[in-house]
């Protein structure tokens, strides 16, 4: 897996101050997308242990509240490279921080979605023990039709922020309520 960069007191993406990881790659290609030479698998850097090293050193500090998984897509990735992302929010949990993900999929689509080769069942498998590992889900494709430059953490009305732990309770989609409008 590539990652285009990663952006250490970034308050922009997610509550407070953060950590954000971009991972190269997506195939949805949306029209309009903000972050179009990230759509390539081959852009930026290799990922790393270093890099993972670099992410958790910086997450013990008080003042950082957790890790933003961005792209590209994280759910378009191998699921090596998805098995890689559930380790490292395994890890930023482990230190008491959260961990937000953004993907241009729509939540119940990854759930109910049946791939027919080995190797999409696979990614589909890891990325769905992602979704669940995480605490904040923003989800669903930007659609130029639909965007708005007032909405916080996303950039269409199409998209959701949801409570991953709550939705896993309640077993249908729960929209996280802190949000700033
Ligand atoms: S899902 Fe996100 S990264 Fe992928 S093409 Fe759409 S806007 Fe760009």
Redesign the pocket.
């Known amino acids: 897996m590539n990652y285009a960069k990663i952006r250490f007191n970034d308050i922009a993406n997610g509550e407070g101050v953060r950590v954000s990881l971009f991972v190269s790659g997506?195939n949805?290609?949306?029209p309009g997308?903000?972050?179009?030479e990230?759509?390539n698998f081959d852009y930026g850097d290799p990922y790393t242990e270093k890099e993972t090293a670099m992410i958790l050193q910086e997450l013990q500090k008080p003042e950082v509240s957790g890790l933003s998984l961005l792209?590209?897509?994280p759910l378009w990735q191998t699921h090596t490279d998805i098995e890689t992302l559930v380790n490292l929010t395994k890890s930023v949990h482990e230190i008491g921080k959260n961990v937000w993900l953004?993907?241009?999929y729509k939540w119940e689509d990854v759930f109910r979605m049946k791939p027919t080769t080995r190797s999409e069942q696979l990614r589909i498998i890891w990325a769905r023990k992602l979704l669940k590992e995480v605490d904040i889900c923003v989800d669903g494709?930007?659609k130029e039709e639909l965007s708005n430059r007032f909405l916080v953490w996303r950039?269409s009305e199409n998209q959701r922020i949801i409570d991953v732990p709550a939705t896993l309770q309640a077993g249908e989609v729960v929209l996280y309520t802190k949000v700033r409008r």
Do not use: P, Y
Not at 33 to 36: E, T
């Open positions: 997506c949805f290609h949306c997308c903000f972050n179009f990230q759509q792209g590209g897509d953004w993907t241009g494709l930007f950039g």
